[in-house]
């Protein structure tokens, strides 16, 4: 499947979050998804951060025909058992793709039974594949690093 180009994401952070920990303070990080390529975020873990945590972090993902959604889901890591899932943000392309760049911009959270609960600000940046690389890849001709 061809590539359509590059997507950015600038994962900034939330606020608001469903604290999960009863006893401390929350862990979170946040595993990105799009199309068949995830990424994980650093554990957002100094103090006092909580369900308020900061991460500034880039991530790339290679988008082909298809790409419709970035699904963010937030878990709070845990030492002594399995992770807690905290929430999700679904966030759709169709703007990025049009326009190119989306600065950073709230999405809001979604809990297990639908609720929302906090928001997570995301930045988004589009960059479409040059147009005759993609004619020469499926026409068979030299490839980028061939030279």
């Keep these: 499947m061809p590539t359509l180009g590059t997507l950015e994401v600038l994962l900034v952070k939330a606020q608001g979050l469903h604290n999960t920990d009863f006893f401390s303070k929350m862990d979170p990080y946040a595993l990105l998804k799009c199309q068949t390529q995830e990424h ?21 993902f290679k988008l082909s ?8 889901r937030i878990m709070d890591k845990d030492k002594f058992s399995a992770d807690d899932f905290v929430g999700e943000a679904k966030i759709s392309l169709k703007a990025v793709l049009m326009e190119g760049n989306i600065p950073p911009t709230p999405y809001s959270v979604v809990l297990l039974d639908k609720t929302y609960c906090g928001q997570i600000k995301v930045g988004l940046t589009f960059t479409p594949k040059a147009k005759c690389y993609e004619e020469r890849e499926m026409e068979g001709g030299w490839r980028e690093g061939a030279l």
């Design 65 to 72: 025909e298809g790409a419709s959604d970035l699904i963010i």
């Design 40 to 60: 994980k975020s650093k554990v957002a873990s100094i103090a006092d951060q909580g369900s308020n945590p900061e991460w500034n972090e880039k991530f790339v």
